[in-house]
């Protein structure tokens, strides 16, 4: 059954397996369906109670925590990864933070280099299991990650990278949505990753937004809702939870949370008609978790606490009004808007107090883990109301099938992840993304035969994880296989007067130019090298590689394309759209103000040209 290939990683005698397994004989059965589903039938959960009465206050408290660590091993990290683990986690490895805390879930970065490859993937997953399944009482872990795709990715290639929410909002194909979670949802599945931390629930109604923007599918609710739930079920249909992110609802923030506390003026009213509905949505198609967000949202609760330590939000609205009783997670308790009224001991618990089941990402695990289990010994929390949360996990763990098997193979790996099946939905679906807004006097598409010399300009903003990149390389090379000569001149986000000059030059040797912008404001060097490269009189072609909203501050231009996210997936469909081999099909999923008059709309909600 088991895969000799993973090495060391492989499933050995644990006799905490078999106490999991004979706590919870036929609970797993029941409990694989749905979560909307399991929650309605009430199944028997006599197993996981007498699972919880077997763990002592320590772990309990422990169970509660989703927690970060370095290294691509669970006991052999590489010695700057365990260097970095002592100095902010107090442990050199993650089997050392799953002995000392009893850790319920881990979440996976790139930067924390847990992401290198498939293979290793897999072998980390399984070693973490194999260090939580051999505790006393060991339980298995929710490893999750951020796999929104488009500009949130944690592993990338070989996996399938597919465009990014707004992308698909410009698709706006719920079969597209569901085929998106099912496919990613399995490749995570494979690799040990069962919690992902998607799709994106918010409503970008603020083309200001700084932290959501292409992380939305868009600014019409119907259109997210419909969209979420799509996805949602694509994950439940590979057995990996879903996260619908980030409630009540981060769409119309002109702060980033990471690094600020922002404030939703929304009415009570207006929140029920906009951000609410993904939300409602994604609890009827039986969400497994949903994560909060730190911001202020005073129409829903005017304590001036972030939504995430709020009781009449938390428990109020989205447990008592909307009838949600699966797992809440807070969004990384490491951001500024969670930290900016409490200290770091006083956030966990008041976070459980609110509400909340799972504690992602503490500053520090030490100072958070001691300060939940004070206040339990203190009176202020309840031993019973740590059980609630941790019922709640579990339910979720053995829905996923985790309490019978955690253990995933190399083979399992090789036969699911980035399958040229795969990759061909992934690019089948971006084709479907790639938004013509403009195109005056024909400009696009061109032809390779009579204008067969192409120049790539443009800003090459750092790739999204595990792409290739930069932008104009893969651009040019894209439409080099597409039968034309290109070439890449990467003038970044803010090209000098130099970097202008030079590819003016460089165009007078071309037949076209495709240009990549880079949310383009009024002030922006970007606009001066369009307007430049247009007064050669060679035909220019923009590509908005990140927010559509480029063209409102490009009003001269007279081909551009919106592609929503500069990932590989979704410029190689721009390429083809270019170049004539599929013809554009999105529709802006937003609409654009005009730049000098942000009360008139430029192009509606639903643009879109096609040829």
Not at 117 to 132: E, F, R, V, W
Not at 363 to 369: E, F
Not at 552 to 569: E, G, I, P, R
Not at 581 to 602: E, T
Request: net charge neutral; proline share 6%; aromatic share 4%.
């Amino acid at each position: 059954m088991h895969d000799s290939s993973t090495g060391s990683t492989g499933n050995t005698a644990r006799p905490s397996r078999r106490t999991v397994l004979a706590a919870t004989a036929g609970l797993t059965a029941a409990l694989t369906v749905p979560a909307a589903a399991a929650q309605a039938a009430t199944p028997d959960t006599r197993g996981l109670h007498a699972l919880i009465s077997r763990m002592t206050l320590e772990e309990k408290v422990g169970q509660l925590f989703v927690m970060r660590v370095y290294g691509h091993s669970a006991t052999d990290p590489d010695q700057a990864d365990i260097d970095a683990n002592l100095k902010e986690i107090g442990v050199r490895t993650a089997a050392e933070l799953i002995a000392k805390y009893r850790v319920g879930g881990i979440i996976y970065f790139t930067w924390a280099h847990n992401t290198r490859d498939p293979h290793q993937i897999a072998d980390l997953s399984n070693g973490i299991q194999k260090a939580s399944l051999e505790q006393p009482r060991g339980l298995p872990v929710l490893i999750a990650t951020d796999q929104e795709h488009g500009i949130v990715c944690r592993v990338g290639r070989p996996a399938t990278l597919f465009p990014g929410a707004m992308a698909i909002g410009a698709g706006g194909s719920r079969s597209d949505a569901r085929a998106l979670g099912r496919i990613s949802g399995a490749e995570l599945r494979a690799m040990g990753i069962n919690q992902d931390y998607s799709p994106d629930a918010d409503v970008n109604v603020n083309p200001a937004n700084p932290v959501i923007g292409v992380r939305s599918f868009g600014a019409d609710p119907a259109a997210v809702a419909a969209l979420v739930a799509a996805e949602v079920k694509g994950y439940q249909a590979s057995r990996v939870a879903a996260t619908a992110k980030h409630f009540p609802g981060h769409g119309d923030t002109a702060v980033d949370s990471h690094t600020g506390f922002p404030v939703i003026t929304h009415s009570r009213d207006l929140w029920e008609r906009l951000d609410a509905v993904p939300f409602r949505a994604a609890i009827e198609a039986g969400i497994d978790s949903i994560m909060t967000a730190h911001i202020q949202f005073p129409a829903l609760d005017d304590s001036g606490d972030p939504a995430t330590l709020s009781r009449p939000i938390l428990t109020g609205i989205l447990r008592g009004e909307l009838g949600y009783d699966g797992v809440v997670v807070t969004d990384s308790l490491g951001m500024e808007g969670v930290r900016t009224k409490y200290g770091d001991d006083r956030v966990p618990v008041l976070a459980l107090k609110a509400g909340v089941d799972q504690l992602l990402n503490p500053p520090s695990i030490d100072v958070a883990w001691r300060a939940v289990l004070k206040a339990v010994q203190d009176g202020e929390l309840t031993e019973a109301r740590l059980d609630q949360s941790i019922l709640r996990i579990l339910r979720l763990k053995a829905r996923l099938g985790l309490l019978d098997r955690t253990h995933v193979t190399h083979s399992g790996v090789d036969r699911t992840v980035g399958t040229g099946a795969h990759l061909a939905v992934a690019d089948r679906i971006a084709e479907r993304t790639t938004t013509l807004l403009v195109n005056e006097g024909g400009v696009l598409p061109l032809d390779s035969s009579t204008a067969p010399r192409i120049l790539v300009v443009g800003a090459d903003p750092a790739s999204p994880s595990g792409t290739t990149g930069p932008p104009t390389g893969v651009l040019a090379t894209a439409l080099t296989e597409l039968g034309f000569t290109a070439t890449a001149l990467p003038t970044g986000t803010a090209p000098s007067a130099a970097a202008v000059a030079k590819a003016v030059a460089a165009a007078q040797d071309a037949d076209a130019v495709v240009v990549g912008t880079y949310n383009v404001t009024a002030g922006s060097a970007q606009r001066t090298l369009v307007e430049r490269l247009l007064a050669t009189g060679r035909p220019v072609v923009v590509i908005a590689i990140r927010n559509p909203y480029d063209v409102a501050q490009l009003t001269s231009v007279k081909a551009c394309l919106a592609s929503y996210s500069w990932t590989d997936v979704e410029l190689r469909a721009a390429a083809r759209v270019i170049a004539g081999r599929v013809a554009p099909r999105g529709r802006l999923p937003v609409p654009v103000q005009r730049a000098d008059d942000p009360a008139q709309v430029l192009y509606p909600l639903g643009h879109g040209l096609t040829y």
